[in-house]
């Protein structure tokens, strides 16, 4: 499909989604209110962990609220605009993927658009918010390079964590059951990537920087930007393992569809 | 007697319903354990160079995380899911005919799904116990009794925080947010992830007051023996207080969407 | 030309097969067995441009599964298919655009939007131009009468209403096809009506190909030229439906009432062999005759020697008894008729 063309879809799916999304208001609010706890929740952790101990392995809190936050951040930006693919277990059970092969638009970017989170809203904020403060509070020597590499960063770490959870999400093709704690799970390995990740054992840290690269969407970025470590320029792979992961799963999903069977009717 | 039979009835099924999708059952309760991988680490990174922390040693610590992981497994996020998805599928209007009531069948369900998934869970936990080898079980029958009986409670409540956020979903459209801001709550204030001894002042009074702590702080605290017994009793009359007041506020909330249903029509 | 071709095509369905009880479910998470269900077996379909064929067979026969393999929802497991000489599967993005379809128990339409802005999203969706938007709006909220229906949400239409709103919707983009699964199941009579009209128009007017499935056979009569029947996966008649009345159709029937108590042994032994009373009251009578054999008048005047008949009623050959006959095992169709 043309580029200007899923653009111009994705728009107006989204466009569709907000007006739907408005006509819950309720449901609307809460979403945004229970993004934003959460996120606190999180930084609330971290101040009481921090509040007992000295800095972890050279870490100091407000370095790692600025992981946190930029990771809450991407993480917004995916569940407000791609919230859909939590839904692909529903729609296989239901038989309404039916509905998205019967039309001349990839079915893949009708499941990421079928929905948006309006909790992601609240991460957002949130994200932005905590960054901001975080940013304060520490010491980053900010040379040219560090400022071109954000918006690579933002790009490509939405596009990791959706890949990822999309691909995630497309086990609904062989676990039928109607809950699947699968993505879940990989979602959760996110976490992983909020501390240092050599607090890890090594098949863990080999996990996460190879297997399910969340590494690449909070701690490298963070040892590059901080200057931590003299491999730090590793955080430029970001974009090319961001290419590897959407490629990834969109084999995934075509050979998931193969065992769609379209059920109900 | 006849109605006993129609909840165990509701158990019964529950059990083969978890296990139905094998591979589900099996991810869901590996599941359980990657989240606590992540906690583990990080705590054992903290304790290197710090011997105790907030009265807590290494030794306790693993044994309160595995309680936590534990009390967590028995109402696992498909019993959750469970609760909430009759309303979104729009079968509720077939639950409504039945001459069940919902709370009760709900909870039913959720005891055959904790059936299910516990029994694994708690085995695989006890392995690994065994295997990094730490010995903190409680050593007195009575201590073990309180224990149970804390576990006890711990579903109770959970069953009725769960219940009780199932049943916003009569207003939401069934996104995952309310759920995940659920788990938030309970995760951090029934100290989880992070014992309540840990918290500062401010925040631990407000979690003690909190029916969440029943979940996991408190099972786990008598667990590795640092409730002090004088407070238990005190501590499980709370506890009981909370389980009525929930459940009566499970009823009320019940009420109110039965009104949403049957006037507006869902 | 074929816009439609199949050969041998088959689909198999694995489903896990359990055993009752607790323990039935324990065993099934060690050991777990299935079976195959073969929904579609070696079917061959030749469907030319603007033909209407209704496709019909009993519960389970594979209508539907069909229907989702030449639609590019399923992937078949064997054989070959083309639609508009493309892959629905493989060429799926391609096949869309030149197919409408219609799922009686499905939606088109986003539920909670006013009709028209579906409409609007699956013109884009479709890369519909202006102007054929225009007209075909025009068009068929004129045929369907949606003119009240277009501001309203899904969520807030009746069964025939939403319907209707489907059919335009999978003709909005004039599809060369359009696929009708059970259209008219749940609807009222005067929505079938309606609804067979606008088929009727469409096929005529544009020569859109139809292929319809329906339980009910007021459609196909209605509606299609050519019938297509399937019973367990395979297809046992493709044909016209008069070839099919004609060739299996032997039995009519005659029902009369008496102007007195009908003396039921003595009817009884006054009708000759390929005559047969299957019906019997106090003054009211049916009797089946094969149609080959004997003239109504002939069978009337048997009848008159037995009863005091005031009033008779001819029932014509139906496909519905055919088909019924062919759904329960009684009639045995050859292939070709
Ligand atoms: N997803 C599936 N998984 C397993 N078996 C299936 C599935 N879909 C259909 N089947 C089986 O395939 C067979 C054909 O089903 P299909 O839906 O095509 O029938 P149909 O002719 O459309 O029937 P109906 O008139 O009831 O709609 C049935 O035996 C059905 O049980
Ligand atoms: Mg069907």
Redesign the pocket.
């Known amino acids: 499909m043309r580029l200007s063309r899923t653009v111009f879809l994705f728009s107006r799916f989204l466009a569709q989604n907000i007006k739907i999304k408005l006509e819950y208001k309720a449901d609307f609010i809460i979403m945004l209110f229970s993004g934003s706890v959460l996120q606190l929740l999180g930084v609330m952790f971290l101040g009481v962990l921090y509040s007992r101990i000295p800095p972890i392995q050279g870490w100091t809190m407000w370095e790692i609220v600025l992981i946190l936050a930029s990771i809450f951040f991407t993480e917004g930006v995916v569940s407000f605009a791609f919230e859909g693919m939590w839904r692909i277990v529903r729609l296989i059970n239901l038989g309404d993927m039916d509905r998205f092969l019967l039309r001349p638009v990839s079915p893949i970017l009708q499941i990421l658009t079928y929905d948006i989170g309006a909790h992601g809203i609240g991460n957002m904020i949130t994200g932005v918010i905590l960054c901001v403060i975080a940013l304060s509070r520490t010491e980053i020597l900010w040379t040219w390079d560090r400022i071109l590499y954000l918006p690579v960063l933002i790009v490509s770490a939405a596009a990791i964590r959706t890949a990822i959870s999309f691909a995630a999400n497309c086990s609904g093709f062989w676990l039928t059951s109607f809950y699947n704690a699968f993505p879940l799970m990989v979602h959760q390995m996110a976490d992983f990537a909020k501390y240092p990740t050599t607090l890890f054992t090594e098949p863990i840290q080999f996990f996460i920087t190879v297997v399910l690269p969340y590494a690449f969407i909070g701690y490298i970025p963070a040892v590059y930007l901080f200057h931590k470590q003299p491999w730090g320029a590793a955080a430029w792979l970001a974009p090319l393992v961001a290419v590897w992961c959407v490629l990834i799963a969109r084999a995934v999903f075509y050979r998931g569809l193969r065992r769609y069977?379209?059920?109900g009717? | 007697m006849l109605t006993f039979q129609k909840y165990l009835r509701h158990v019964l099924c529950a059990i083969q319903e978890t296990t139905a999708y094998r591979a589900s059952y099996f991810i869901n309760i590996v599941s359980q354990f990657v989240s606590y991988i992540a906690i583990f680490f990080l705590w054992r990174a903290v304790y290197t160079g710090n011997s105790v922390i907030g009265g807590m040693d290494w030794n306790d610590m693993q044994g309160y995380l595995l309680i936590s992981l534990f009390t967590s497994a028995l109402i696992s996020g498909s019993s959750e899911f469970r609760v909430s998805r009759s309303i979104w599928t729009g079968n509720i209007a077939v639950e409504l005919v039945r001459p069940v009531d919902y709370q009760k069948a709900n909870f039913s369900i959720t005891v055959g799904n904790g059936i299910a998934e516990g029994v694994l869970v708690a085995a695989i936990g006890i392995l690994f116990a065994l295997l990094i080898g730490f010995a903190v079980p409680p050593a007195s029958p009575a201590a073990w009794l309180c224990f149970l009986l804390a576990v006890a409670f711990s579903f109770i409540t959970k069953f009725l925080i769960v219940y009780i956020f199932g049943l916003f979903t009569f207003w939401t459209t069934g996104g995952m947010g309310l759920s995940w801001l659920r788990r938030g709550l309970t995760d951090f204030f029934s100290g989880a992830i992070i014992p309540l001894s840990f918290f500062p002042g401010w925040l631990k009074a407000a979690a003690d007051v909190l029916p969440f702590r029943g979940i996991v702080s408190v099972p786990a605290t008598i667990f590795i023996g640092r409730l002090p017994p004088s407070q238990i009793l005190a501590t499980f009359a709370v506890e009981a207080a909370w389980i009525a007041a929930l459940w009566w506020l499970a009823r009320l909330i019940w009420h109110f969407a039965m009104r949403k249903v049957t006037i507006h029509g869902g | 030309m074929n816009v439609i071709e199949t050969k041998g095509l088959c689909k198999s369905?694995r489903?896990p097969l359990k055993k009752p009880g607790v323990l039935g479910a324990v065993r099934h998470l060690f050991r777990p067995e299935h079976r195959e269900?073969v929904?579609?077996t070696e079917v061959d379909l030749a469907i030319a441009a603007g033909e209407s064929v209704a496709y019909v067979?009993?519960?389970?026969?594979?209508?539907?599964?069909?229907i989702k393999m030449l639609t590019g929802i399923l992937l078949p497991t064997g054989g070959e298919v083309r639609v508009n000489g493309l892959h629905p599967y493989h060429q799926r993005m391609r096949n869309s655009k030149n197919i409408g379809v219609v799922f009686g128990q499905r939606t088109q339409l986003w539920w909670d939007i006013p009709v028209i802005e579906s409409f609007t999203l699956l013109r884009d969706i479709y890369e519909v131009p202006e102007k054929t938007y225009a007209e075909n709006l025009a068009y068929f909220t004129g045929m369907l009468g949606l003119a009240e229906l277009l501001h309203q949400s899904a969520r807030r239409l009746s069964l025939g209403q939403r319907m209707r709103c489907d059919l335009a919707v999978a003709l909005m983009h004039n599809p060369a096809i359009v696929f009708l699964d059970?259209p008219t199941i749940g609807l009222d009579v005067a929505v079938k009506e309606r609804i067979r009209e606008f088929l009727k128009t469409v096929n005529r007017e544009r020569g859109v190909t139809i292929m319809l499935?329906s339980?009910d056979l007021g459609d196909i009569e209605d509606v299609c030229r050519r019938l297509i029947i399937?019973d367990a996966?395979r297809i046992i008649y493709d044909g016209s439906i008069q070839g099919l009345l004609d060739r299996y159709v032997k039995q009519r029937s005659i029902r009369i009432i008496a102007s007195a108590r009908i003396d039921q042994p003595s009817a009884a032994r006054a009708m000759p062999a390929g005559v047969e009373i299957v019906h019997a009251d106090e003054r009211e009578m049916t009797v089946e005759f094969d149609r080959f054999r004997y003239t109504a008048k002939d069978v009337l005047e048997i009848i008159m020697t037995a009863a005091e008949v005031v009033d008779f009623q001819l029932e014509e050959p139906d496909i519905e008894r055919v088909v019924k006959n062919v759904y329960e095992g009684r009639l045995e169709l050859e292939q070709g008729a």
């Open positions: 069977d379209s059920p009717n | 369905f489903s269900i929904a579609v067979g009993p519960n389970g026969a594979g209508k539907s599964t069909t059970e499935t339980h399937i996966g």
